[in-house]
Structures are given as structure tokens and as C-alpha cells.
């Protein structure tokens, strides 16, 4: 099984020394009011269809958090299942969307996203292993 997910390089790094996926980059342009109202509206009908069709992990620390020496770090990384195409397109279009921002994406895709921590029919956290091979698109 194939496992994509679009990143934003160098917009915030997370601590497992992944970069982030296109949620948080575009929560931030709707707070900061970046881009034009038809840019914005765009990424706001993009966000809210997301909420309405994909799940979001329960409990959350327990999907999102590894426990690592006594204490709980959110190093869980969301990756889609390559058959949720809709998700996906959807992932496109709000990542293309943050383009017109100029908040740089890459799709990236992997048979090994690491030790999974969450499945539902889309998606699945894992934490990232070391040295995984991503192919870049």
C-alpha cells in the first residue's frame, strides 16, 4: 500500500524533524488575513469540507503522541491512503491554493510512513522511522 501526504518545506519543522502538511499553513492565512478574499474564501470552503469528511483521530493524544522518555511529544505525521483519491484531490487544492500565497508544497509518497499509530479508510498516523525513502512528486 502507498501512502502520500503534501508537505510545506521550511514553514515550521516539527520536532521528529518533518515538515508540516498544508492544515496548519492554512489555518494561519485565514487568522493572519493573508491573500486576497477570494484566495481566503477558497481556503476556507477547502478547510471546511475537510472537517465535514475527514476524520479527525480520538483520542487525539493518544494518535498524534509518542511517548519518549517519560514524556509525550506530537511527532505523529498524517499520511493518506493512496486509494482516498478524493482526499487527496482535495489535498491538492488547498496545498495549490497555499501556493498562491507563496507557502511552498510538495506531494510526497511512501510504502513505509513508520510505526502506524491510527487507520481509519483514509488516512493513518505514524511516527516516522529514520532514514525512510520518500519519493518526491
Known sequence: MNYVRFITPHWRVRRCGADCGPFGPAYDALWEGDGSDAVRA???????????????????????????????????????????????GHAFVLAALLGELGVPFRKVATRRPGTVLYRDPWQVVAKPHGGERLLFH
Open 42 to 88: 477558497a481556503i476556507r470552503a477547502e478547510l471546511d469540507w475537510f472537517e465535514q469528511h475527514l476524520p479527525v483521530p480520538e483520542p487525539r493524544r493518544a494518535a498524534f503522541c509518542v511517548k519518549s522518555r517519560g514524556r509525550w511529544y506530537p511527532d505523529g505525521l498524517c499520511w493518506f491512503v493512496a486509494e482516498a483519491r478524493e482526499m487527496i
